[in-house]
């Protein structure tokens, strides 16, 4: 059974830092391009970061560059989202996904809420 478990949202001040968490189980991990994306209420879901296993490379929409930071641990079959410097406009339900071209399929997680507000 495929199974993204995304945890590590919650409430923040403006200018503060979360972590969130994405545990994997199921599928090939390592054969899985992995991202973060985030859905604000009323807006289309867009994508946050994504990184490669094979290459680690690692991708960012303009919004959060310089500010969130992905990184995955293949021993945990896990990915993980930095998140510093955090503004209300981050607020959004984080859904980790994972995408593969060689199995031609695509996986996400249930979503973990970020509120930014003082």
């Known amino acids: 059974q495929v199974r993204l478990v995304e945890s590590g949202g919650g409430l923040v001040q403006p200018g503060g830092s979360l972590r969130l968490s994405c545990a994997a189980s199921?599928?090939?991990?390592?054969?899985?391009?992995m991202s973060w994306y985030r859905q604000a209420p009323g807006k289309e879901r867009e994508l946050v970061a994504t990184?490669?296993?094979?290459?680690?490379?690692?991708n960012y929409a303009d919004s959060v560059k310089g500010r969130f930071t992905i990184s995955r641990d293949e021993a945990k079959d896990s990915v993980y989202l930095q998140m510093n410097s955090l503004k209300p406009e981050d607020t959004a339900v984080y859904y980790c996904?994972?995408?593969?071209?060689?199995?031609?399929?695509?996986?996400w997680g249930q979503g973990t809420q970020v509120t930014v507000s003082s």
């Open positions: 996904n994972g995408r593969s071209r060689v199995f031609d399929n695509e996986y």
């Open positions: 199921g599928f090939p991990f390592g054969s899985y391009a």
């Open positions: 990184i490669i296993s094979t290459t680690g490379r690692r």
